[in-house]
């Protein structure tokens, strides 16, 4: 069974910088994608960057450019660095795994971000 963790959230100022990561637990040689999503009091929970198991990577626009998605297939862990945070950015982030094959679609508990002065 595939289990996410999710760690590195916490509070931060404007313009600061954090970094999240996510252990998987158990095998995932098969998976197709991983990703950040996040959600934000009385919003929508919305992507925010994914990677391939290739390696290829996307972004949100809101993102683009402060945000980078990186992973680390041998430690089954994947990471979000964050720079420049504005508090627009405060959300809970959750981590997610596609695995098409085995109709795989696994979510972290979430960490939060808090972006405040």
């Known amino acids: 069974q595939v289990q996410l963790v999710e760690s590195g959230g916490g509070l931060v100022q404007p313009g600061g910088s954090l970094r999240l990561s996510c252990a998987a637990s158990?095998?995932?040689?098969?998976?197709?994608?991983m990703g950040w999503y996040r959600q934000a009091p009385g919003k929508e929970r919305e992507l925010v960057a994914q990677?391939?198991?290739?390696?290829?990577?996307s972004h949100a626009d809101s993102v683009k450019g402060r945000f980078t998605i990186s992973g680390d297939n041998a430690k089954r862990t994947i990471y979000l660095q964050m720079n420049s945070l504005k508090p627009e950015d405060t959300a809970v982030y959750y981590c997610?795994?596609?695995?098409?094959?085995?109709?795989?679609?696994?979510w972290g508990q979430g960490t939060l971000v808090t972006v405040s002065s």
């Open positions: 997610n795994l596609l695995w098409n094959d085995l109709n795989l679609n696994v």
């Open positions: 990677i391939t198991r290739g390696g290829k990577t």
């Open positions: 158990g095998s995932i040689f098969g998976y197709n994608v």
